[in-house]
């Protein structure tokens, strides 16, 4: 089955700097990948998302990188927010209906004013 | 809010009790999946129905059963409760032609 691998466990940054979370994934046959943000006793959110016919994709402060030869994806996040605090997951699946995602562990990123 | 609706939103019980937790997934989703969170851990899978029938199973305890009923709501149960069930479990819930899933509010377990 698929494995999914996130690093760093834990990102520290101060207000205003970038912030990257990397993933990478087992199953070549995996072609979505979403990004997932979960705030302390809350539900995890969708935020972005990429398929793998795409290497590339922007909204606003977050953009989200895909190297399929590779098999690993990144979350950029851009002047970054005491509010961007949280614990954000990566996920893989194949693009089917039926297809399980599979999530990373998590990076609790920490946004210092 | 995601649409997929759960209850309890908090629930108390002893070791050795049996809990059932109840979810509806949004309007038209067809999928619906259970994952586990305990403290400091990720989001750990553990069940997944499609229009009622199983389709994929996760790490999901002898204990624990699920189903999805032809309304579409779906039942978490856990038995033989232990310490370590003690949780945050979510339900979450997806379109039939796509992968990407809504989840709920969860449903905090304490097991004492």
């Known amino acids: 089955g698929e494995n999914v691998e996130q690093h760093p466990s834990t990102l520290s940054v101060q207000e205003g700097d970038s912030a990257v979370i990397k993933c990478t994934y087992s199953?070549?046959?995996?072609?979505?990948f979403p990004w997932y943000k979960q705030e302390l006793g809350k539900r995890p959110q969708l935020i972005i998302d990429?398929?793998?016919?795409?290497g590339e994709k922007k909204d606003q402060r977050i953009a989200v990188t895909l190297n399929k030869t590779a098999k690993h994806f990144s979350l950029h996040i851009t002047e970054t927010q005491p509010e961007d605090s949280a614990v954000y997951f990566c996920a893989a699946s194949k693009e089917s209906g039926y297809s399980t995602l599979t999530f990373g562990k998590g990076t609790m990123l920490l946004v210092s004013p | 809010d995601s649409g997929v609706t759960q209850t309890p939103k908090h629930l108390i019980t002893a070791t050795g009790q049996r809990v059932t937790l109840r979810c509806s997934p949004r309007?038209?989703?067809?999928?619906v999946y259970w994952y586990q969170q305990s403290l400091d851990q990720g989001l750990q899978f553990l069940i997944q129905y499609y229009n009622g029938e199983e389709r994929a199973k996760g790490n999901i305890l002898e204990r624990f059963s699920a189903q999805q009923f032809p309304d579409l709501h779906s039942e978490l149960n856990l038995s033989s409760l232990e310490l370590g069930d003690s949780a945050l479990y979510f339900c979450a819930s997806s379109v039939p032609s796509g992968n990407t899933i809504y989840f709920g509010e969860g449903s905090w377990l304490t097991v004492v």
């Open positions: 309007s038209g989703d067809l999928s």
């Open positions: 199953d070549s046959a995996s072609n979505y």
């Open positions: 990429i398929r793998s016919n795409v």
